[in-house]
């Protein structure tokens, strides 16, 4: 439709259900404006909304390697690269791509990896993956994956907004845009990183771009109390504040009736009581005092080595548990490798050493994670993506490392109406590109969209004077991977 | 200097026979409007927004005493053809509050109010606003909303997000050019083109940076891409915030809505074909040159020595270390920085210029990590591994010195140029916008829909190819049929929250049609008949009764027009971010009235770790400077601010959002610093109401909401005053006795107060200030 709305009048109707932003289409021009706006719920954009169709699962868990892993060294097993390893990349293999070392590439360089097959689909693991291959049968692998870029942050981006440049809303806004909130005292979309620094490139990986900034992802730190300022100030107590809240909702109260058409007023009021209730809420939610030993284990939390990676694995099934839409999770940094470019899978040296590191804090709580919502029933109703901006050649770089691959790679998808067991697509017999059912980060953002219930074309937003939605004009739902 | 009313109605009213009839049809219906002047190409009715800026007859209305202005008349009649009234004039206290914070971004102080409200004069509001537009803070004000549109940082963003040490300089420009009410003309031709128009001007250099503040990935291995993007930043920047346009759709199909085609669309882009950035100008010397360069130099002294053994190890391997970091870069980025000089064309000439500023001095000495452990590079030896050690060694002995380094500011201006070559890289039309696939070459061209038949007159100069200019000069010509109405529409957007035309920065087909055609092309004619001036532009809005009506809405009013677009009564708004900030400072007495400099960095809640991307604030005063100076890092929104709906800079932003969300209560009520200048701001009140708290409430609600308390609240207040102080006394009584006391007090003030009594009027303080009727304007 061509009518536009500005953001502010899009908040004001956001209640308006269903409909309303997700199904701008369905609507005649102006027609939104022309009925009377119900108070309270017109005014929350947060509000549920309807989804397109019905939705297999309610909450994505976004597991985002940073860095990019050789998925050569992980899943992708090439007995033809072992075989040919030393050797020169044969000119047929380079045909179509850009690479970025003159004089011709790296020699090809096979890793000292062992390789098995596991469970009942048969799935190949190589022995830096023990714990996530016990569950080879629950996940669907995407083997044909490609982007764009040759580093890291317009890839990234690319990865979370579907764009190189930024600007554009990430997946988990749009998802949050289009869903609303299923629990109203925490954030309906959650970034997790550990470290003592933000993730490079910053928020802008969790950003609502063109969308209001209400769907952008909030950041859950490392620590006791998540997020920025949910904390009181040290000498104001629980009693002192509640008081306070309540002389502010007499003043609110008294001064909303001036103006008894103003929902946002009201809206205004009802946002400080939600706040005192996310001062509990969101402590809450990442507090493990209830979690018995035994789970604690599972996740690794035991272990020095997967502690930090394991408290956001266990972190993520929490906020699933409380209705969480959307949980980002960036893996890394380790800081006992002393090296700034090993801090993340960006193996351009020693990948023996940056692999053994990282794919052993990543494996067990992953493994895990997995496990846990298996057994509390959560899978069937959560999607996890196992994803990268992109991935490493499998010639050399340095002697001992790999070059960035956007070519062919390797993602995979766990949970609710997801084909398990299954392998979509292929890389050559080198797994330097995909040959066969490439699979770009467009098809995967429409395809996790379909399994929350919202078809890709169908979600849209005005801006500027153009729909636009999560997909830019791309992308296709990989039906394949789908139950 | 205004046109007076009685003028403009006598002149126009000759005229009103002749063309009402004209007006009205366009008005019912714009689509079927009259032939505009020229006819253009198409073949469809013309879009509104594309036909000449027609001078309009203001339309006599019945509401004769509560006409004003041209202004009011135009509102006026839209109401009357719906049967409703118009608001009566807001209450001084209201008025003045409303003013000074849409000119100044900030509340006024009681001292403001009390005069005002006791000014009798009849020319009591005028003078208010002629007060307000004088001020310096005025340029702030409206600079901060340029800034939106500009996509203005400090920094290159993505993931390094390097400083860009110089763009403050932009910054300063632009409150400049707003508080010297440089003709909007001439604002618009030395940000395109500055350094064709006047090379030997500073200013005009300075104003570039409007084109230079692109978000930028300085590490990327694609310099042709890295061309094309920076270049469709500029296209597409410009064509939202001076066409109204959203020309970036054309940029991969031929529009769909706007009969753009993709052609035109790269024909504007040739436009911008041979601009580069260029960052080393030496600027004007003042102070923050002068402090800058001593800090500089007594870095560059101390650590000669050192830098001196790094170069030295590298020297032996310089040229290879050089080849080897170029070949590093893709393909065809490999072809221009591999040729010689003597044979670069004018694609050359670019990607090497820009491989120079993306090279760090000290960037060739991870070669020797290369050579000490990479075994198939020729230059390996085992024994290199000495020098790389050695090299990193020197690394650490280096950063032990960075603490001489310059704080802030800089001695250089950020332009952009041409490089002193006049010939500019071919644009060719791509397929599909993959630059990868080029169709034809395209030339410099406006597109047909919107240009009426202006065609681009180039003129090269020694030293550029004249293109901007000639594309400035259209955009700001008088003919140009977007440049004056998308203008006044951000300008009119700014006061009443939503545009004439809704979607500002889309003039296009699928944008919004103006709810009232002939109050637009009004401003916009008037605007450009005035010398295209901005303050007298926002002079004509603000003495309008429209906008000095009060904000209640009527039933019948909300009935009838639910969105207020008809203006039956002035639309209430949530403050932005920075009206949030600097009230709060203004309040609490804090804030530092400093006119621009170099960008500062105030402090973030420790819970954010920003690493070496934020540092601590160089001076105590930096936490108080307005919000437009606190450092625009685009990796890291500054939270106090970006909870509030603060822009994004990453590229044009059109319109403030306002949400309303549980984080932003946080930010408000938990803050520490919010809690610190709410002790101030109690403190103050004590300062100037004395010990009686009733006075003390009058005071608070003075200086917050330009009024007394209603008698409903004062009695609310009163009561909680009384309940809390038994709740602190008893949380006192706990022995830890922490209490948030008012600061700022002398000590014969403080020795003459209760400690928990006043704790209470702290935190009444920090809830009034959080209230609706602080954080709105109304």
Known sequence: MSKSFSRRELLLHAGYGAGGLVLSSALPGGGLFAAPVPAEAAIDPLAPKATHFPAKIKSVIWLHMDGAPSTLDLYDYKPDLVKLNGQEVPESFLKGIKTSTQGGVGKLFASNRSWKQYGASGAWFSDLLPNIAQHADSLAFIKSSKTIGATHDISILKLNTGDLNPGRPTLGAWITYALGSANSDLPPYVVLYSGNKEPSGGSINWSAGFLPAVYQGTAFRPGDSPILHLNRPEVVSSTQQRENLDLLKRLNTNSAARHPHDTELRARLNAYELAYRMETAAPEAVDFGKESEATKRLYGLDDEATRAYGTNMLRARRLVERGVRFIQVVSGPLEILADADDRNWDAHQDLEQNHGAHARAVDKPIAGLLSDLKSRGLLDSTLVVWTSEFSRTPYGQSGTGRDHNPWGYTQWLAGGGVKAGYTHGRTDEIGLKAVENPVDTYDLHATVLQLLGLDHLRVTFANNGRAERPTVVYGEVIKDVLA | ?778
């Open chain 2, 1 to 778: 200097m205004t046109v007076s009313f009685t003028k403009v109605t006598s002149l126009l009213s000759v005229l009103s026979v002749l063309s009402v009839t004209t007006i009205a049809a366009w008005a019912a219906d714009p689509s079927t409007a009259a032939t505009p002047a020229k006819p253009a190409r198409l073949t469809a009715a013309p879009h509104w927004a594309y036909q000449p800026v027609q001078p309009q007859v203001v339309p006599n209305v019945k509401h004769t005493k509560w006409v004003h202005t041209p202004i009011d008349a135009f509102v006026a009649a839209k109401l009357e053809e719906k049967g409703l009234e118009p608001s009566v004039e807001a209450d001084r206290g209201t008025l003045i509050r409303r003013a000074t914070l849409d000119v100044l971004g900030y509340i006024p102080t009681p001292q403001e109010t009390q005069a005002f409200i006791k000014d009798r004069s009849p020319d009591a509001y005028e003078k208010l606003v002629d007060r307000l537009l004088a001020s310096p803070h005025y340029g702030e004000r409206q600079a901060r909303r340029w800034l939106d549109l500009a996509r203005y940082a400090d920094s290159t963003g993505f993931q390094n997000d390097q400083t860009r040490p110089n763009m403050w300089r932009y910054r300063d420009y632009v409150i400049g050019s707003f508080n010297d009410n440089k003709p909007y003309d001439q604002f618009v031709k030395e940000q395109l083109a500055g350094d064709e128009i006047a090379p030997n001007d500073k200013s005009a250099l300075i104003a570039t940076g409007f084109l230079a503040g692109y978000p930028d990935n300085r590490n990327s291995r694609d310099l042709v891409q890295r061309k094309y993007q920076i270049t469709t930043d500029m296209v597409d920047t410009v064509g939202a915030v001076f066409l109204g346009q959203s020309v970036a759709c054309a940029r991969c199909h031929d529009h769909k809505f706007d009969k753009i085609s993709a052609k035109e669309y790269f024909q504007l882009q040739a436009f911008f074909a041979n601009v580069s950035e260029v960052n080393d100008i030496p600027a004007e010397v003042g102070d923050v040159e002068r402090q800058y360069r001593k800090a500089q130099t007594a870095w560059e002294t101390a650590t000669q020595d050192i830098r001196a053994q790094r170069t030295a190890l590298v020297q032996p391997y310089l040229a290879h270390a050089i080849q080897y970091q170029k070949e590093r870069y893709l393909t065809d980025s490999r072809t221009s920085i591999f040729k010689a000089q003597s044979e670069w064309n004018a694609h050359d000439r670019w990607i090497n210029h820009r491989w120079h500023n993306v090279t760090a001095d000290d960037e060739f000495g991870g070669y020797l990590r290369e050579i000490a452990e990479n075994k198939e590079n020729p230059d390996y030896k085992p024994e290199n591994q000495k020098l790389w050690e050695k090299y990193k060694q020197l690394g650490e002995e280096l950063k032990k010195f960075d603490s001489l380094k310059p704080k802030q500011g800089s001695d250089t201006i950020t332009a952009t140029t041409e490089l002193g070559h006049p010939d500019a890289p071919p644009t060719y039309l791509f397929f599909g916008g993959d630059h990868e696939r080029p169709l034809e070459e395209v030339q410099p061209s406006f597109p047909a829909a919107i240009a009426n038949g202006a065609k681009p007159n180039i003129r090269p100069t020694s030293t550029s190819s004249g293109r901007r200019t000639a594309l400035a000069e259209w955009l700001a010509s008088a003919e140009n049929p977007l440049t004056a109405r998308v203008f006044v529409n951000r300008v009119w957007a700014q006061y009443f929250g939503t545009g004439l035309v809704r979607t500002v920065s889309d003039f296009g087909k699928a944008g919004e049609r103006p709810s009232h055609p002939e109050l637009l092309d009004y401003l916009a004619d008037t605007f450009v008949k005035s010398g295209w001036s901005v303050k007298q532009l926002h002079r004509s809005i603000l003495l309008s009764s429209v906008y000095r009506q009060a904000s209640t809405v009527t039933d019948k009013a909300y009935a009838e027009d639910p969105e207020n677009r008809l203006l039956a009564s002035f639309p209430r708004r949530r403050l932005d971010a920075e009206q949030i900030r600097d009230s709060l400072l203004v309040a609490a007495g804090k804030l530092d009235p400093t006119l621009g400099g170099p960008s500062v960095f105030a402090p973030l809640p420790t819970e954010l770790k920003a690493g070496n991307l934020w540092q601590p604030p160089s001076n105590p005063q930096d936490q108080y400077r307005r919000s437009l100076y606190i450092f625009t890092r685009r990796s890291i929104a500054y939270p106090l601010l970006s909870s509030f709906d603060m822009s994004s800079p990453q590229q044009v932003h059109s319109k403030r959002d306002v949400t309303t969300t549980p984080l932003q209560a946080l930010t408000l009520y938990n803050s520490e610093l919010v809690l610190q200048w709410s002790q101030a701001l109690a403190g103050r009140v004590i300062r100037e109401a004395g010990g009686n708290e009733s006075a003390q409430l009058d005071r608070l609600y003075q200086i917050l909401f330009a009024r007394k308390p209603h008698k409903v609240e004062r009695a609310t207040l009163h009561a909680f005053l009384d309940q809390h102080a038994n709740v602190l006394k008893e949380k006192s009584a706990d022995g830890r006795l922490s209490l948030a006391v008012p600061i700022g007090l002398e000590s014969k003030e403080r020795s003459a107060i209760d400690p928990v009594r006043t704790a209470a009027l702290v935190d009444l303080v920090h809830t009034v200030a959080n209230s609706n009727d602080f954080t709105y304007r109304f």
